[in-house]
């Protein structure tokens, strides 16, 4: 009976994105992302979500207020304001969810493909190609992380937060992806 593969948080970057590479593949950099973005994501969503179920709750309190004795269609509007009310919460909710997807997130580079890994809920691997990239953009944190966008072709972007090392990543990226345009 074979053992269950430890989860990508428990494993060091560069160990857990080589369970992934080919054969013949060589990976070039892997890390998780920083924790100073993954706090802001979350930061954003819950005040996003507080935000909006506060101003859901006035809403009601004010048109329950207002409405008073009036009929249909006023005596329904505080109802309007409990579901926005809840889909404040659920925006909160969702925000926590990803949380714990971001925590567990692993990206990695190697000289064919950009990879992005994660274990929650379930592990899944999403691959880039190198050759199917069309750009790179990055917006780079003081701390020298930060966003990298791929450009996909089309209108198709990717985004991915927290990238540390974005000045190095972005710039292998596009080394490797002009390799592979020279190969082609």
Same mark, same amino acid.
């Given at each position: 009976?074979?053992?269950?593969?430890?989860?990508?948080?428990?494993?060091?970057?560069?160990?857990?994105?080589?369970?992934?590479?080919?054969?013949?593949?060589?990976?070039?950099?892997?890390?998780?992302?920083?924790?100073?973005?993954?706090?802001?994501?979350?930061?954003?969503?819950?005040?996003?979500?507080?935000?909006?179920? +506060?101003?859901?709750?006035?809403?009601?309190?004010?048109?329950?207020?207002?409405?008073?004795?009036?009929?249909?269609?006023?005596?329904?509007?505080?109802?309007?304001?409990?579901?926005?009310?809840?889909?404040?919460?659920?925006?909160?909710?969702?925000?926590?969810?990803?949380?714990?997807?971001?925590?567990?997130?692993?990206?990695?580079?190697?000289?064919?493909?950009?990879?992005?890994?994660?274990?929650?809920?379930?592990?899944?691997?999403?691959?880039?190609?190198? +050759?199917?990239?069309?750009?790179?953009?990055?917006?780079?944190?003081?701390?020298?992380?930060?966003?990298?966008?791929?450009?996909?072709?089309?209108?198709?972007?990717?985004?991915?937060?927290?990238?540390?090392?974005?000045?190095?990543?972005?710039?292998?990226?596009?080394?490797?992806?002009?390799?592979?345009?020279?190969?082609?």
């Amino acid at each position: 009976m074979s053992q269950p593969l430890p989860s990508l948080r428990e494993t060091p970057p560069l160990v857990a994105a080589r369970r992934e590479m080919q054969p013949r593949e060589r990976l070039v950099w892997a890390d998780r992302p920083t924790s100073g973005s993954i706090f802001r994501e979350t930061t954003r969503g819950v005040l996003a979500g507080l935000g909006f179920s +506060a101003f859901a709750a006035f809403w009601s309190l004010a048109t329950y207020v207002l409405a008073g004795d009036a009929g249909p269609p006023f005596s329904l509007m505080p109802y309007v304001g409990v579901l926005f009310f809840l889909f404040g919460l659920m925006l909160i909710g969702g925000t926590l969810v990803r949380l714990r997807v971001l925590r567990s997130q692993l990206y990695a580079l190697s000289r064919e493909r950009f990879l992005v890994m994660s274990d929650r809920p379930t592990y899944r691997v999403h691959s880039y190609d190198l +050759a199917s990239i069309t750009g790179v953009e990055r917006q780079t944190g003081w701390n020298g992380s930060g966003t990298l966008t791929l450009l996909l072709g089309g209108a198709q972007r990717a985004k991915f937060a927290g990238v540390p090392e974005i000045e190095r990543v972005a710039t292998e990226i596009e080394r490797l992806r002009r390799k592979t345009d020279e190969r082609d």
